[in-house]
């Protein structure tokens, strides 16, 4: 069959492969423990869902503006005004099928073919991918565990050449969770503005930081940086909302307008109902935002004592998000079952089979010796989880 280069291209989502994977075994009636998701395991909050309710009984239900309702925009102006210090008008925001899509849109905009896009790795799965479906080309500046993951700005200078056009920033980080600080990010905005470059800021997690930590936005730093930086956020991982696909970019209305009109010939406008929950969600109350940054952070304190305790397992203490990215390097060369486990990815299949254990393998985050646990899920799950890990690689030879 004829198929494009680009389709032919295109990996796979490992992380949804391995969702639907666990998701599979437990309708067979298995008894999964996922740490493969990304996404919150609780439901969104009932004032949200009675907002898209009522916008379905009014009959809110037809085509909307491509880039979103005004009440949205305008809520998202607000939120950006409020939460980052960064001011905007309704006509630079363009409301999307989820961050992935302003992701998309963002690449498709600002990268011509052979243009390179520096990515800190390990990676979210889907930048270089969706970088590669605009012709662009991946460089990756790696991060060390040693380091927190810190994201060294001299590393990011070496890797601008005469075809960068974007850097992409992911603070809090998935899947490391390292939270940029803002000298760096002061540092990594100069180098932008010095070489004539575009940043890329995604901040979906900027809700869950740790241990005083502080999420910053790049385009707040400077007026002259917000002018060559797109922020891209959305309803997920904040508001429980995974499902409803809302996310949103920001940016100077040039770009804003260019992402618009791309949209406009692809998916046209975000669901008309999702859009009105999603007004509700960042104008209403952020009290079960609250509860569960609290959940988070117990969760997280849970499932590093967890780690710790495995021998050989090496863990750093991630600053935001909610994974966490153990080294099980120690691990790939023994054998389980008289099978030798060459790579993270068999580590990964090992988990799943024997007890039951979804964990993503970092070979798709650019990261071939970690595992990547997510802990949106209940404390009694984490440490069930954590005991079946502990089973496999005590019986490993
Ligand atoms: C770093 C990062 N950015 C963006 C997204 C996309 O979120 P959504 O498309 O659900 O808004 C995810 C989801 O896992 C993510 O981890």
């Known amino acids: 069959m004829h198929m494009s280069q680009r389709a032919l291209k295109i990996n796979p989502s490992p992380t949804l492969a391995l969702d639907a994977k666990a998701k599979a075994l437990r309708q067979e009636g298995v008894d999964v423990v996922n740490f493969g998701v990304g996404e919150p395991d609780f439901d969104t909050p009932e004032h949200i869902k009675e907002a898209a309710i009522r916008a379905l009984r ?15 925009r305008r809520a998202i102006v607000e939120k950006l005004h409020r939460d980052n210090a960064l001011d905007y008008a309704e006509g630079q925001i363009v409301v ?8 998309y849109n963002a690449f498709q905009v600002l990268v011509d073919p052979g243009d390179e896009v520096v ?16 012709g662009g080309i991946p460089v990756f500046v790696p991060t060390r565990a040693e380091d927190g993951f810190r994201l060294d700005p001299a590393a990011v200078a070496e890797r601008i050449g005469p075809r960068t056009r974007v850097i992409l920033l992911n603070s809090p980080s998935n899947p490391t969770g390292a939270v940029y600080p803002r000298s760096d990010l002061a540092a990594i905005g100069e180098l932008a503005l010095r070489h004539d470059l575009y940043l890329i800021s995604d901040e979906i997690y900027e809700h869950l930081v740790y241990d005083g930590a502080e999420h910053v936005s790049v385009a707040a730093l400077d007026p002259q940086l917000r002018e060559r930086t797109v922020v891209i956020n959305g309803m997920s991982k904040a508001y429980a909302m995974t499902g409803w696909r809302v996310g949103y970019a920001a940016a100077a209305a040039p770009l804003a307008k260019a992402m618009t009109d791309l949209q406009s010939q692809s998916t046209s406008n975000v669901t008309s109902i999702a859009q009105w929950a999603a007004v509700a969600a960042l104008a209403g109350t952020q009290e079960p935002l609250r509860r569960m940054q609290e959940a988070f952070a117990r969760r997280r304190e849970l499932i590093l004592a967890e780690l710790a305790e495995l021998p050989r397992v090496r863990v750093s203490r991630p600053g935001g998000a909610f994974y966490a990215f153990p080294d099980l390097g120690d691990y790939l060369g023994r054998r389980f079952e008289g099978r030798e486990v060459a790579e993270v990815d068999m580590l990964a299949e090992v ?28 404390e009694e799950a984490i440490r069930e989880g954590m005991r079946r890990v502990r089973e496999v690689l005590a019986r490993m030879e």
Request: hydrophobic share 40%.
């Open 119 to 134: 990515i800190p790795a390990p990676y979210w799965v889907t930048y270089p991918e969706q970088v590669r479906l605009a």
């Open 96 to 103: 999307s099928a989820g961050a992935k899509h302003s992701l």
């Open 58 to 72: 009014e009959g809110r239900t037809k085509y909307t503006p491509v880039a979103g309702i005004p009440e949205l």
């Open 351 to 378: 988990l799943l089979t024997a007890v039951g254990v979804a964990a993503v393998p970092g070979s798709g985050f650019g990261a071939p010796g970690y595992l990547r646990f997510s802990y949106a899920l209940g």
